[in-house]
């Protein structure tokens, strides 16, 4: 534990003694200021190792207190040229000598617009400034024309002088002071013109072709990208100096505010046209939403810049939501990639590289990188590359509409084809559906209808064209009827005053039985090339959509002398037997059923013997023997019971008629043999029955039969 202690005491001492040297070596003399050499060529010499600065919290310092501070050594050197944003008057000191015996001219140059006020200071007498500028003054008081503060000097044979600047400004303060001969100036000036000139050229070319695709294709984004464009470019002419210069060299105090507003301006326009290019409200609908937000600080952002906002707060609140909104349009532009949008790789590469170029002027700015063609003009290059970027992204979206289109095109003329076909074979469809489709003008008169008539009304399709749907509607002979056309007469007014689906059960008649049968019927309007037509369906009720829970069932039915019950009933009987057993049996059960149920009804309750319905199916006459026996008042009356239970083991059903009842143990007997010897299609329902259900059972008088099937 000692040995730690002592290890530990060993370390700590070390850390002091090297704190300590390096606290002596940091407190130690600052290094010595250079004195500029004006006697050799000057091209583009940064001054930073020759500018020392005084602060001044009051900025009411007289310049012969300053000279005075100096010859006190108050004078600092710095290492960078940003001071930042501060409210203090900054005095700029710089020695000048010229050791040579003939004098030397030179320029300096302040590669930085947007100070304030600017007050030039030479000499050993006096206190007024040689010259007052900067933006919050009129562009005339600027000793050269330039969009920068440059001033002229002429040092004379074997000379030193030094030369003060007063810089106050709400603006961040930098001091990127430049020294030039004359002729380097000249250079400089026109290769910086020549540079600019091409820049702004190429700016204004994206703009007037993106004007022409959007007068060409109309897409608004076309519009949005021109605006965006507008809105950069005249923030760089402001950031430049040069609105100053050409567009409003007297009015200080918009050129001053000018700058915030137009950097939310172009913010605004980038996020409008981001939102749109991106087509985020179909592909990033939640993120979407967000651009709303952004549109209303960067509207309420150029608002008080103008109304109540100071110039250094604007500039601060314009910074944070710069970085706010490119960190957004970034975000949605990944988001749009991961979605499978092509262009957004353009938008995205656009950004980042814009992004990307303004850091590097930005930390040229505050001199953390040499000048070079990339450090000083990149964020004119990030932003050439952006548009150009855009631009490309743009062209590609126009390429990708028109393969779109082109695939459209080809999809039109694919469809048409088989709309063709399709029309060719509509025909057939219409005529292979099993329902009874047919179609009726506003005057309820049958214009065309499929085979499937037959099928459900034993009519063909050429019997029912042109009759009224009325003819079909079962019509029993009594005051019944009146209430039926009644009530499908108002179903038929209200599809032609409402034009909605209308759907009704509807007894029909059939052709050869004469009987009545309930189909359920749908009406629909169609307008086809200005002619309305309706569209009618009919096909057999809809089952029970109850029947899937079903696990037990008991019921009983009771119905009159109609054949068509008899399929009625074979169907209800059979409805959820799905659920136990497979569909060939249930197939199998229902013909039994069916059968069964005949009987009963022929052969009990219409008393019709064997060899009488024999001879009537030979004579074809069968159907209006029976409706004569249905229409008899002694058979009348008569009605058919069937008994139905359903269990998860078992089918039972009783069908019992009040006829008077048959010798079945003969019939059983005979079975198939007399039906195969004489040729008989009828009497075949009995021993069908027999091969099929588990249990098959008459009562003594042979009224009334017990089915019964296992599984």
């Not at 409210?87 to 050791?99: F, H, M, Q, S």
């Not at 050229?201 to 060409?216: A, E, H, P, Q």
């Not at 608002?303 to 910074?319: C, D, G, Q």
């Not at 143990?665 to 009828?682: D, F, I, P, T, Y």
Request: with cysteine.
């Amino acid at each position: 534990m000692r040995s730690l202690r002592k290890i530990f005491h060993r370390f700590g001492s070390f850390i002091a003694f090297s704190l300590y040297l390096f606290l002596c070596t940091g407190l130690g003399s600052e290094p010595a200021v250079k004195e500029l050499d004006v006697s050799e060529g000057l091209s583009r010499v940064s001054l930073l190792p020759y500018l020392s600065i005084l602060k001044d919290p009051s900025a009411k310092k007289s310049f012969r207190e300053v000279r005075a501070a100096s010859k006190e050594g108050g004078f600092h050197p710095i290492e960078r040229n940003s001071i930042g944003y501060t409210t203090d008057a900054i005095w700029v000191r710089l020695v000048v000598t010229n050791p040579k015996a003939v004098s030397r001219d030179w320029i300096l140059e302040i590669d930085y617009p947007l100070l304030d006020y600017v007050d030039l200071y030479f000499g050993r007498e006096g206190d007024e400034p040689v010259n007052s500028t900067g933006d919050m003054r009129r562009f005339d008081s600027r000793e050269i024309e330039h969009r920068n503060f440059a001033y002229s000097f002429s040092e004379t044979p074997t000379s030193r002088r030094e030369i003060f600047f007063k810089i106050s400004s709400n603006s961040s303060v930098l001091l990127p002071f430049l020294a030039f001969s004359p002729e380097k100036f000249a250079e400089h000036a026109f290769g910086e013109q020549l540079a600019l000139g091409m820049y702004y050229g190429s700016m204004l070319i994206m703009v007037v072709y993106n004007l022409f695709l959007f007068v060409s294709i109309r897409d608004r984004s076309y519009l949005y990208y021109v605006i965006y464009i507008l809105s950069y470019i005249l923030f760089q002419f402001t950031l430049n100096g040069l609105s100053f210069q050409y567009l409003w060299r007297d009015s200080v105090v918009w050129g001053n505010f000018s700058l915030p507003l137009l950097i939310f301006f172009g913010l605004l326009s980038a996020s409008v046209f981001g939102r749109s290019f991106l087509d985020a409200a179909r592909h990033t609908p939640k993120t979407a939403k967000v651009y709303y937000l952004l549109f209303g600080l960067q509207i309420f952002g150029m608002i008080s810049s103008l109304a109540f906002l100071n110039y250094r707060a604007s500039i601060m609140a314009s910074l944070v939501l710069m970085f706010l909104t490119w960190g957004f349009l970034i975000f949605n532009g990944v988001q749009c990639i991961l979605a499978g949008r092509r262009e957004a790789r353009f938008f995205l590469l656009a950004w980042s590289v814009l992004i990307f170029f303004s850091f590097i002027f930005g930390i040229r700015s505050f001199g953390f990188l040499p000048d070079n063609f990339v450090t000083l003009y990149g964020i004119q290059i990030g932003s050439v590359m952006e548009v150009g970027l855009l631009s490309l992204g743009l062209a590609d979206r126009i390429k990708r509409l028109s393969e779109e289109l082109g695939a459209r095109v080809e999809e039109l003329d694919r469809t048409r084809t088989e709309a063709e076909a399709s029309e060719a074979k509509y025909r057939s469809l219409f005529e292979a559906e099993e329902d009874f489709l047919f179609s009726i003008d506003q005057n309820w008169t049958i214009l065309a209808a499929n085979r499937s008539v037959g099928k459900h009304l034993g009519f063909k399709s050429q019997e029912v064209v042109d009759k009224n749907f009325m003819e079909l509607v079962y019509k029993s002979g009594g005051i019944q009827d009146a209430y039926k056309k009644l009530f499908v007469l108002e179903k038929l007014e209200e599809l032609s005053s409402e034009g909605k689906p209308v759907r009704f059960l509807a007894e029909f008649l059939q052709k050869y039985l004469g009987e009545p049968k309930e189909l359920q019927v749908q009406f629909q309007v169609l307008e086809y090339e200005g002619q309305k037509e309706i569209l009618g369906r009919a096909y057999e009720p809809d089952q029970d959509l109850m029947a899937r829970f079903v696990d037990e069932e008991k019921l009983v039915f009771v119905a009159n002398n109609y054949l068509q019950n008899a399929e009625l009933l074979s169907q209800r009987l059979t409805a959820n037997l799905f659920r136990f057993i497979d569909p060939t049996a249930i197939i199998s059960m229902r013909n039994c059923f069916r059968e069964m149920i005949i009987n009963a009804i022929e052969h009990g309750n219409l008393n019709i013997s064997f060899d009488e319905k024999t001879r009537a199916m030979e004579e074809g006459n069968y159907f209006r023997f029976v409706q004569e026996r249905q229409k008899d008042p002694y058979y009348k009356g008569k009605k058919v019971k069937v008994e139905y239970s359903l269990s998860s083991g078992r089918i039972g059903v009783r069908i019992t008629d009040e006829g008077k009842g048959f010798n079945h143990a003969r019939v059983m007997k005979n079975g198939m043999e007399r039906l195969n010897s004489e040729g008989l299609m009828h009497g075949r329902g009995i021993v069908l029955t027999l091969s099929t259900f588990d249990l098959v059972k008459f009562n003594s008088k042979g009224n009334q039969v017990t089915l019964v099937k296992y599984f």
